[in-house]
């Protein structure tokens, strides 16, 4: 199968360095991703392939899980009053060698949880149609990095990671981001400050990337 990245490593970056420029708009109080938000996505780029940069949780998302609410389902967002009961769910499948440690642990509500059963995350979302959100997504791509490295899988082409049996689906890691007003879990505040601002105009030919 044909990839459009070299390595495991280019792929991975690509994914994340979306993350972390979604972080430096919502920063900006922008409402739209602009030029300046995709320079900065080039430069978490090559930060990462420097060695200057290592992918971590973004200090929004720590921030998020110490002042969230802990009855809300990770990944549709529901409270329990809404959705019941929360039950912890393995990021990475058990039966594809997912750990019972706890970064591989979330908490979620049982029709999610029975919903993804032993499907990749990112597969799962994809078959709902939805964007995954950005605090688990984080999340997500920190673990695969850790597995990466531990199993030294970053400088390996991806042709050859399509013949191992891994507990992560690379190919669907998100190439591109939603723009930061259409975001699924933007910070209140953010919302706020968003929706406070003139809407800005895209300039002529401007597209996601």
């Not at 990112?122 to 531990?150: C, D, M, S, T």
Request: proline share 5%.
């Amino acid at each position: 199968m044909a990839h459009k990245y070299q390595t495991f490593a280019d792929l991975l970056y690509a994914s994340y360095s979306g993350l972390q420029m979604l972080a430096f708009a919502f920063g900006k109080g922008k409402y739209r991703c602009d030029k300046d938000c995709y320079a900065f996505r080039q430069s978490v780029i090559r930060k990462l392939k420097a060695g200057e940069m290592k992918i971590g949780d973004l200090y929004q998302n720590v921030i998020r899980q110490m002042t969230s609410p802990h009855d809300v389902c990770w990944y549709c967002g529901r409270s329990v009053s809404v959705c019941g009961s929360l039950t912890a769910d393995h990021i990475f499948p058990r039966m594809k060698g997912g750990e019972d440690i706890s970064d591989n642990l979330i908490m979620v509500c049982r029709s999610c949880n029975s919903s993804k059963g032993a499907k990749d995350l990112l597969a799962w979302y994809h078959e709902r149609g939805e964007f995954p959100p950005l605090r688990v997504l984080v999340h997500y791509l920190k673990l695969v990095n850790q597995y990466a490295i531990a199993n030294d899988l970053l400088n390996q082409p991806l042709e050859a990671l399509d013949e191992l049996d891994l507990p992560f689906d690379f190919h669907f890691f998100p190439r591109t981001y939603p723009h930061p007003e259409d975001a699924q879990d933007a910070l209140p505040s953010q919302v706020v400050q968003l929706k406070r601002l003139e809407k800005i105009v895209p300039e002529k030919g401007e597209a996601q990337k």
